[in-house]
C-alpha cells in the first residue's frame, strides 16, 4: 500500500530557531515529492517540487532534500519566523497515474 | 493568491439537504481535482476532472458527483448531508491532466462546509 508518513506530528520551536521535518514514503513507482504550507482554514501552497533525480531543492529558508534510496525527504526552516507557524504536508506523486499520496502534515509553532 | 477560485467560502446546512460547490481553476489550466479536510485530518482526494472528462477517482462517495463545464470551471455536488461531511472543500488546478514532472498543483481557498 502506498503511504506517507510524516514525523513529528507537531512541534513548537523559539523565533529564530531552526527546525527540521521529515517525510517517510512507500509510492512505488515515484514520480516526484512536493513539500506543501497550509496556514490554517487556507489552502495549501508549495514550497517545493523534486523529482527523483534531485535530492536537495531551495526556497528561501525553506530547504527541502530527497533520498529516494532510502524513500526518505526532509524540510529544513532555518532561522524561524512567527509566520511559520503552519501545517507542513508532504505529498508523493505516482509515476503513470494521475494521483496524489499525502502526509497527514506536521504543524508548527513558532512562538516569539 | 494562487488564481484558482472557489465559491462561496463558508456555507451551513442541514442534514439531508443538498449543496453545490464551485471553482474556477487558474486561466489556462484544464485540470481541477477536488479534495476534502476534516478537523485535524489530511487532505483526501475525491476526484479530478481534465478538460471536461473525469479522470481519476479518490475516496468519493456515492452521495457526491462532480462535473467540469465547457468553460472549464467545475462543481461539487454533495447530498443527503450527513455532519460528518462538514470538512473544508479545496479545488486545485494544474495545465495538463497529470501530476507528474513539475506539474504544479494550484489550491484554491477552500469552502468551509457545516452541516447541522
Known amino acids: 500500500k502506498n503511504q506517507v508518513e510524516q514525523s513529528p506530528q507537531s512541534l513548537i520551536i523559539l523565533e529564530g530557531k531552526n527546525c527540521t521535518l521529515q517525510?517517510?514514503?512507500?509510492?512505488?513507482?515515484?514520480?516526484?515529492l512536493r513539500w506543501y504550507k497550509q496556514d490554517t482554514g487556507r489552502g495549501p501552497v508549495s514550497l517545493t517540487i523534486m523529482t527523483f533525480s534531485e535530492n536537495t531543492k531551495s526556497n528561501g529558508r525553506y530547504t527541502a532534500t530527497l533520498d529516494a534510496d532510502t524513500k526518505q525527504s526532509s524540510l529544513h526552516i532555518t532561522a524561524s519566523q512567527l509566520s511559520d507557524s503552519a501545517s507542513y504536508i508532504c505529498v508523493v506523486s505516482f509515476s503513470n497515474d494521475y494521483k496524489l499520496s499525502f502526509g497527514a502534515g506536521t504543524t508548527v509553532t513558532v512562538r516569539a | 493568491d494562487s488564481g484558482v477560485t472557489q465559491t462561496p467560502k463558508h456555507l451551513i446546512t442541514a442534514t439531508g439537504q443538498r449543496v453545490t460547490l464551485r471553482c474556477s481553476p487558474r486561466?489556462?489550466?484544464?485540470?481541477v481535482y477536488w479534495y476534502q479536510q476534516s478537523l485535524d485530518q489530511g487532505l483526501q482526494f475525491l476526484i479530478q476532472y481534465y478538460n471536461g472528462e473525469e479522470r481519476a477517482k479518490g475516496n468519493i462517495l456515492e452521495r457526491f458527483s462532480a462535473q467540469q463545464f465547457p468553460d472549464l470551471h467545475s462543481e461539487l455536488n454533495l447530498s443527503s448531508l450527513e455532519l460528518g461531511d462538514s470538512a473544508l472543500y479545496f479545488c486545485?488546478?494544474?495545465?495538463?491532466?497529470?501530476?507528474?514532472?513539475?506539474?504544479?498543483?494550484?489550491f484554491g481557498p477552500g469552502t468551509r462546509l457545516t452541516v447541522l
Open positions: 517525510c517517510n514514503y512507500t509510492v512505488s513507482p515515484f514520480s516526484n
Open positions: 486561466s489556462g489550466d484544464l485540470s
Open positions: 486545485a488546478s494544474t495545465p495538463s491532466g497529470g501530476t507528474s514532472g513539475r506539474n504544479e498543483q494550484f
